[in-house]
């Protein structure tokens, strides 16, 4: 764990046990993409502990940091936080 927060790869492995589900091929082929889109996005990049908690439907929500818009998902990331802090 880097400064305090999890990697990507350690959120969702965390999330996978938390869940209790076995990977499927297309569940990882969708988690690695998201993972290397958060990776190179440093505006996403910072809020990767909220992107990758614990969010039901697991895969939709991974198609959505795959496809979604930068700015939206950022947005989105930034209310958690702001709601977690109050």
């Keep these: 764990m880097a400064d305090g927060y999890m990697t990507?790869?350690?959120?969702a492995n965390a999330a996978k046990l938390a869940r209790n589900l076995p990977p499927t091929s297309e569940w990882d082929m969708l988690f690695e993409k998201a993972a290397d889109r958060v990776g190179r996005s440093p505006r996403m990049r910072k809020y990767r502990d909220i992107i990758f908690g614990d969010w039901s439907p697991w895969p939709d929500h991974l198609r959505w940091v795959i496809r979604g818009k930068v700015?939206?998902?950022?947005?989105?990331?930034?209310?958690?936080?702001?709601?977690s802090d109050e």
């Design 71 to 83: 700015s939206e998902i950022v947005d989105w990331a930034e209310q958690i936080r702001r709601d």
């Design 8 to 11: 990507a790869v350690e959120s």
